[in-house]
Every structure is written in structure tokens, then in C-alpha cells.
């Protein structure tokens, strides 16, 4: 069952920006700590950014001041906008949902690739 749908990735030069985006259902949306994490080829996979139910976002120290996570909750999608993009930011995205110990769920997309040529 696919629960985080997941879009836009691509070929980028470095320097340029992209934006993900991530898709889920009204109650994983509402009930989740959203966020991206990333995995490069021979790495862990490790976050990036997540934002809070409530809205408030938190960054892992570098993509600060390049990143921006967003939701939106009409479209019950977030976002993560990628601007200055370095070839070290190329990596599979995957957006993941954690509904924490209350709800007991840890969701994860199928990923996107990013690649940032130099």
C-alpha cells in the first residue's frame, strides 16, 4: 500500500534549486512528524528536515539556509524546497512519516533521486 507519494527530483547544476514535493492522506498528514531524509550511494540514510504537526520545521545544520521544508494542508503535501545545490546534495530523497508512540507508524516513500552536477 503506498502511502507517501513522492515527486521532483531531477538533474540539477550546481547552484540551482529544486523542489519536492510529498503526498499523503489527511490522516498521516495531519497526525505525523513529516520529513526528507536522504541516502547517497555507500552512506546511511539520514534526515535532512522534518517538520512538526503543528508547522514548526527543524534542519540538520547543512542545509540550513538552503533548504526550506513546508507543508500544505489543504493539499495535504509537503515540501521541500532545495535552493544552492551542491553535488554533495546528490542522494535518493525519501519523504517519511512518524506518528511517534502515539500512533505507532513509520511510513516512508519509494524516494527520489536528486543528482547536482558540478
Known amino acids: 500500500q503506498v502511502r507517501l507519494v513522492e515527486s521532483g527530483g531531477g538533474l540539477v547544476q550546481a547552484g540551482g534549486s529544486l523542489r519536492l514535493s510529498c503526498a499523503t492522506s489527511e490522516s498521516i498528514f495531519s497526525n505525523s512528524a513529516m520529513g526528507w531524509f536522504r541516502q547517497a550511494p555507500g552512506r546511511q540514510r539520514e534526515l535532512v528536515a522534518r517538520?512538526?504537526?503543528?508547522?514548526?520545521?527543524y534542519y540538520v545544520d547543512f542545509v540550513k539556509g538552503r533548504f526550506a521544508i513546508s507543508k500544505d494542508n489543504a493539499k495535504n503535501t509537503v515540501y521541500l524546497q532545495m535552493n544552492s545545490l551542491e553535488p554533495e546534495d546528490t542522494a535518493v530523497y525519501y519523504c517519511n512519516a512518524d506518528g511517534g508512540t502515539f500512533y505507532g507508524y513509520n511510513y516512508w516513500g519509494q524516494g527520489t533521486q536528486v543528482t547536482v552536477s558540478s
Open positions: 517538520i512538526s504537526p503543528g508547522g514548526k520545521p
